[in-house]
C-alpha cells in the first residue's frame, strides 16, 4: 500500500474526522489536568481514563501503569512483529491557568472559527490527538507497521517518574524509533523539525543575615543586607546586558555550532522582529537573526526568575532585611554536564559569598540528535507532504526531561514532528490551537508512518 502518494484520500479522512477531532479535543481540554497542583490530581486521573479511552476507541490497546508519581498510559495499534514499530510520545498534563487573566475560561475549550481556546489545546493535547488519528488511519487501512503510545501526565513537572516508568517497562516499550510531537515551528509559513533540546539545571541562592528585619536608620551601614549581597552575587555570575556567564569552566565542553546548523536556523525563517512580537518582548540582546537564533537554541544561559526578601508592599519601608533568596536557571546545551556545572558553580558561590547556601532544583540533560539519515529524511518529506514546505532542522532552547530518558533507556532515534506555532501561546494566557495545523499533522503523520514503513 503506498499511502503517501495517496494524499486526496488521507486529505479527504482528515477533513472527515474534524467534527470528531473538535469533540475530543474539547473533553481532553475541559480535564484541568495540572500536574503542578497537587488538588487537580482528580483530573489528572480523569484525563488518563480518558485517554485510554479514545485509543481503544480508535482501534488500539491501551492501558494506565501506575508510577510513583502520575500514571502514564500506553498503547498500541499493532499490525504484526514482522513489521517495524514507531513510538509516539505526548504529554496530556498541562500548566497552570488563572481564568481571571484568559478572554474565555482555560479549561472550557472555545471553539472561533477554526481556532481552539483552552489551555492545553497546543500543549500539547491537540498535536497529541492529530497523530491518533493519523494512527488510527494507518491501522485501518493496512499500513506494515505498529505505532506505540506513550501518553505521560507529569511532562510539565520535570518527568520526575519517567525514567523509572521506562526501566520498568524496557521490555513492552521496545520499538525503532520515537517521534515526539510536542515541538514548535518559526513561524506557519515554514514547518521546522527541532534537532536539538537545551538541559537545565535549576538552583536557589539562599542568604541569612539575622533573625528579623531591622530599622535601617539604627543597623544601616552595619547591618549586612542579604538582598544586595544576592544581587552583587548574581552581577559576578553572569553579564546581565550581554548575557555572558563568568563561572571558571562553564564553556568548557559546550559543543561548537558548525556554519550549516546556522545556516539552518536562518533558513527556517527566524527573524527578530517576528520573534519579538510573538513573545511581546520589547528588545533583545541582539538585533542579528544569526546571533539570536543562535543564542536561543545553541548557547548556554544563566537566568535570573526572582529575587525575594525584605518588604515588597507599597511604599517604601526603610527596614534592612534579614534573608533573601534567588532563583536561578541555567540551560545547558550539548556536551554540558549538569553535575558538572552546578559543582563550578557551588565552587564559585562559595569563594564569592561563603555564606550563600545553594539548593539544587531540577536536572535535565541536553539532547542532541541527528538531522541527517533515514529518519530526518522520512520526517521531512512528511512535513513537506502536508504543508507544501521544505522544513528546517532546527534546535528548541526549551527542555523535554523524558526525551533524554528515552534516549538513554530505548537506545533508537527520536524525530520531533511538532505542530505548534508561537501565536499559540505554550504556557501563556490565551493559549491555542487550530484546525489548520491538526488536519496538516494528521496528513503528515500518515505519510511519515508509511515512509517508516519502508525502513528495515
Known amino acids: 500500500m503506498n499511502v503517501e502518494c495517496d494524499l486526496d484520500k488521507v486529505s479527504a479522512y482528515a477533513d472527515s474526522q474534524r467534527g470528531e477531532y473538535e469533540n475530543n479535543l474539547k473533553k481532553l481540554v475541559d480535564l484541568a489536568g495540572v500536574s503542578m497542583e497537587p488538588d487537580r490530581k482528580s483530573e489528572i486521573l480523569k484525563t488518563a481514563a480518558m485517554a485510554v479511552q479514545l485509543l481503544e476507541s480508535h482501534g488500539a490497546t491501551a492501558k494506565v501503569v501506575e508510577t510513583a508519581g502520575y500514571p502514564v498510559v500506553i498503547g498500541e495499534f499493532r499490525s504484526g512483529s514482522e513489521n517495524p514499530t514507531v513510538t509516539v510520545y505526548n504529554h496530556l498534563d498541562v500548566q497552570p491557568a488563572d481564568g481571571a487573566e484568559w478572554q474565555s475560561p482555560p479549561f472550557e475549550m472555545k471553539i472561533v472559527g477554526d481556532t481552539y481556546l483552552g489551555r492545553g489545546t497546543t500543549d500539547d493535547k491537540g498535536p497529541a490527538l492529530a497523530v491518533l488519528y493519523a494512527a488510527a488511519y494507518a491501522h485501518k487501512n493496512g499500513l506494515p507497521i505498529n505505532v506505540k503510545f506513550i501518553w505521560e501526565l507529569e511532562e510539565e513537572i520535570g518527568s520526575p517518574s519517567f525514567a523509572q516508568f521506562l526501566l520498568d517497562n524496557e521490555s513492552a516499550l521496545k520499538t525503532n524509533s520515537v517521534v ?255 484546525w489548520q495545523q491538526a488536519r496538516g499533522g494528521i496528513i503528515m503523520f500518515i505519510d511519515y508512518f508509511a515512509r517508516l514503513a519502508k525502513i528495515k
Open 180 to 434: 515526539i510531537s510536542d515541538t514548535i515551528w518559526v513561524s506557519r509559513e515554514r514547518p521546522a523539525i527541532p534537532y536539538g533540546l537545551r538541559g537545565l539545571q535549576g538552583c536557589l541562592f539562599k542568604l541569612k543575615t539575622g533573625v528579623k528585619d531591622v530599622h535601617s536608620g539604627l543597623t544601616g551601614g552595619l547591618a549586612r543586607n542579604p538582598i544586595a549581597e544576592l544581587c552583587d552575587l548574581i552581577a559576578a555570575c553572569f553579564d546581565a546586558k550581554s548575557g555572558e556567564v563568568k563561572i571558571p569552566g562553564f564553556y568548557d565542553d559546550v559543543r561548537a555550532i558548525n556554519e550549516a546548523e546556522l545556516n539552518n536556523f536562518v533558513a527556517s525563517g527566524f527573524d527578530v522582529g517576528s520573534f519579538k512580537k510573538a513573545h511581546e518582548l520589547l528588545s533583545t540582546r541582539t538585533e542579528d537573526a544569526r546571533d539570536a537564533s543562535a543564542r536561543i537554541w545553541a548557547r548556554p544561559t544563566f537566568e535570573v526568575h526572582g529575587i525575594t526578601g525584605g518588604y515588597s508592599g507599597p511604599g517604601v519601608k526603610t527596614i534592612v532585611p534579614h534573608q533573601a533568596e534567588a532563583k536561578i536557571s541555567m540551560r545547558l546545551v550539548p556536551d554540558q554536564d549538569p553535575d558538572k556545572i552546578i559543582a563550578a558553580l557551588e565552587k564559585f558561590v562559595k569563594a564569592h559569598n561563603k555564606d550563600v547556601e545553594i539548593v539544587k532544583e531540577g536536572t535535565l540533560k541536553p539532547f542532541l540528535g541527528e538531522f541527517t539519515g533515514p529518519y530526518a529524511e522520512a520526517a521531512s518529506a512528511a512535513m513537506k507532504t502536508a504543508f507544501k514546505a521544505d522544513a528546517a532542522f532546527t534546535r528548541e532552547g526549551g527542555s523535554i526531561g523524558a526525551v533524554v530518558s528515552m534516549q538513554e533507556t530505548l537506545k533508537v532515534p527520536i524525530v520531533f514532528l511538532g505542530l505548534s506555532l508561537p501565536e499559540h501561546g505554550y504556557h501563556a494566557i490565551n493559549e491555542n490551537f487550530d
